[in-house]
């Protein structure tokens, strides 16, 4: 946009604003001249005083989430159960329930470290593979839960 066009748009909306401005002004002082003449005819008011419409409802409370197992527990559990490589929809899919992307991500990267299983990420469009290293071993405590020397 050249700087010409910018001041001729801006220049535009100056005037556009004005008009919008003077016709609510105007609008302003139709409604103060109506209610000055039934004041000075003396008359009952045709129409009642302006009401504020109610306010609004407080909206429904969202229905109360089914707590979930611990989800490292859970994944610890249904790993067996999984094909040697597997994905994030395999694991949804043993589950029966679906975690928060982050908790599952969190979890599956903390069963890395632990060594109980490897991530190959994504390339592109194909997502992250898991590999179980130890199968059919539940390894006990990691040395940062307690169970090291």
Same mark, same amino acid.
């Given at each position: 946009?050249?700087?010409?066009?910018?001041?001729?748009?801006?220049?535009? $909306?100056?005037?556009?604003?004005? =008009?919008? $401005?003077? +016709?609510?002004?105007?609008?302003?002082?139709?409604?103060?001249?109506?209610?000055?003449? $039934?004041?000075?005819?003396?008359? @009952?008011?045709?129409? @009642?005083? %302006?009401?504020?419409? @109610?306010?609004?409802?407080? /909206?429904?409370?969202?229905?109360?989430?089914? %707590?979930? !197992?611990?989800?490292?527990?859970?994944?610890?559990?249904?790993? %067996?159960?999984?094909?040697?490589?597997?994905?994030?929809?395999?694991?949804?899919? =043993? +589950?029966?329930?679906?975690?928060?992307? &982050?908790? +599952?991500?969190?979890?599956? $990267?903390?069963?890395?470290?632990? &060594?109980?299983?490897?991530?190959?990420?994504?390339?592109?469009?194909? !997502?992250?593979?898991?590999?179980?290293?130890?199968?059919?071993?539940?390894? &006990? /405590?990691?040395?940062?839960?307690?169970? &090291?020397?």
């Amino acid at each position: 946009m050249e700087r010409d066009e910018y001041e001729r748009r801006k220049a535009a $909306l100056e005037e556009i604003y004005r =008009a919008d $401005l003077d +016709l609510i002004r105007a609008a302003h002082e139709a409604r103060l001249r109506s209610l000055e003449a $039934l004041w000075l005819s003396g008359a @009952p008011a045709a129409t @009642p005083d %302006p009401v504020l419409p @109610p306010a609004p409802e407080p /909206p429904t409370p969202a229905p109360a989430r089914q %707590p979930t !197992p611990h989800l490292r527990t859970a994944i610890q559990e249904i790993l %067996p159960d999984l094909p040697v490589q597997f994905e994030k929809k395999d694991v949804i899919a =043993a +589950l029966g329930w679906t975690p928060s992307r &982050g908790a +599952l991500y969190r979890t599956l $990267l903390g069963l890395a470290v632990a &060594g109980i299983i490897k991530i190959d990420p994504s390339l592109g469009r194909h !997502p992250s593979q898991y590999r179980k290293l130890k199968e059919g071993s539940a390894p &006990g /405590p990691s040395p940062a839960e307690g169970g &090291g020397v």
